[in-house]
């Protein structure tokens, strides 16, 4: 039994990660890596048939390729999994590995041979709605600059007090569909007065309007961003975790 993976073009593994993405419906936070050709992508087969694919992309760097971030097997295939990673991990030689913890089938290699292991981000989803008093705050969708940037992958909103902006935010829309990230900020002055709960909460109902989950996710550490975004109505459903990989963690399972 010989599991090949020999590196491809995205367009040559386009169907197998629309199965890929299709199957776990979430956020997936590295997917715009291959928009924007930030990533390497490999197509696994055993005996000149498809069963999976991997992608690798720069941990630190975008230039580099030093990580796997993405992994799939096909269903049928699914006995090969430890196999065809270890032939991924020789042919692609990378040292480390990162995966989202609601991704189970990337998240189990890197329980099994990965060391030095650490969580990086926390991931969060929608799960009930709030309804939070906007008192005299005023949020409003930000208009864009120029035409091109009304086009944009990003739609940036404000929150302003008597016509001054206290806080900005928006939703970023180049994940996978239907998922839109949130992303905020409040001006120091103003903040621990609930403005952030609120911006979260009204940036929901606008990714709905326009036909997107709303998602997010904050640093590990980030304990007010967590905070704000339960109080805002979004649970926790993973992280991202990070960690190393070497020859001695893997063996070579004789592929079988």
Known sequence: MDIQVVKTELSEIAGLRALFLQEYMVQFVHNKCHLYGWADTWRFTLDGQTIGYGAVWGRDKREDRDAIFEFYMLKPFRKLTHAAFARFYQVAGTPYIECQTNHPLLASQVFEHARNIYAEAILFEDHFQTNLPSGDFVFQRKQ???????????????????????????????????????????????????????????????????????????????????????????????????????????????FR
């Open 144 to 254: 864009p600059e120029s035409d091109d940037n009304a086009n944009s992958n990003d739609r940036a909103y404000i929150v302003s007090l008597q016509n001054e902006e206290v806080a900005s935010g928006g939703l970023m829309l180049n994940y996978n569909l239907p998922f839109a990230d949130i992303y905020y900020e409040v001006n120091e002055k103003y903040r621990r007065q609930g403005i952030a709960s609120f911006m979260v909460q009204e940036l929901k109902k606008e990714a709905y309007l326009m036909g997107r989950v709303p998602a997010a996710r904050c640093n590990i550490k980030n304990m007010i961003s967590k905070s704000t975004l339960l109080k805002a109505g979004m649970k926790v459903c993973g992280y991202i975790l990070q960690g190393e990989l070497s020859p001695s963690l893997i063996p070579d399972l004789n």
